[in-house]
T-cell receptor, first 113, second 115 residues
Framework: DSGVTQTPKHLITATGQRVTLRCSPR?????VYWYQQSLDQGLQFLIQ???????AKGNILERFSAQQFPDLHSELNLSSLELGDSALYFC????????????FGQGTRLTVV | AQSVTQLGSHVSVSEGALVLLRCNYS??????LFWYVQYPNQGLQLLLK??????LVKGINGFEAEFKKSETSFHLTKPSAHMSDAAEYFC?????????????FGQGTTLQVKP
């Protein structure tokens, strides 16, 4: 158990819909990262928050947004969903700093039908 | 920009044989390098990391990797494969200068261990 909790584990939704993925980081970790894992793109960094503020942005679509709340949990919002958004979405947390280990949650598998 | 290339999307070895998973990176700044393992239907677990210091890094489950700057490589090895090592392995690089901790991953290598 990494200590990072993601809910829900599975999500099936229709095209055009909006969903929210939730992540609770490890106790004490201020930094949260979101990654997308798909068969064609592999593991892609989406966005990072540190103590409530956006810290780094990767290949995140404009239809996607995220935030980190005062209790440090984070949410990834995906809207106007397309079939191609079907993927495994991972949250990871760490003490900020590029030499520290990121702990990954078990992911949310999103299926868009 | 940083990038990671893992040579071989699938590697098959016999139980007890040497495991060698190849990783080459590209980075204009001193890299921090990681190997993660992903078992089916699970998240990623850190095997080992290189930040600074000793270039031969030992990790969990008997794995080790050597950072070779001249070859821009960070290959993962294990002397003797076990059935439980069957999984997908990811090499990743982090920008040592930006201090964000975001990881750039390779495409992954699926390790099959035959009895």
């Amino acid at each position: 158990d990494s200590g990072v909790t993601q809910t829900p584990k599975h999500l099936i939704t229709a095209t055009g819909q909006r969903v929210t993925l939730r992540c609770s980081p490890r106790s004490g970790d201020l930094s949260v990262y979101w990654y997308q894992q798909s068969l064609d793109q592999g593991l892609q960094f989406l966005i990072q928050y540190y103590n409530g503020e956006e810290r780094a942005k990767g290949n995140i679509l404009e239809r996607f947004s995220a935030q980190q709340f005062p209790d440090l949990h984070s949410e990834l919002n995906l809207s106007s969903l397309e079939l191609g958004d079907s993927a495994l979405y991972f949250c990871a947390s760490s003490v900020v700093g590029s030499n520290t280990e990121a702990f990954f949650g078990q992911g949310t598998r999103l299926t868009v039908v | 920009a940083q990038s990671v290339t893992q040579l071989g999307s699938h590697v098959s070895v016999s139980e007890g044989a040497l495991v060698l998973l190849r990783c080459n990176y590209s980075s204009s700044v001193p890299p921090y390098l990681f190997w993660y393992v992903q078992y089916p239907n699970q998240g990623l677990q850190l095997l080992l990391k290189y930040t600074t210091g000793a270039t031969l890094v030992k990790g969990i489950n008997g794995f080790e990797a050597e950072f070779k700057k001249s070859e821009t490589s960070f290959h993962l090895t294990k002397p003797s494969a076990h059935m439980s090592d069957a999984a997908e392995y990811f090499c990743a690089v982090s920008d040592g200068s930006s201090n964000t901790g975001k990881l750039i991953f390779g495409q992954g290598t699926t390790l099959q261990v035959k009895p």
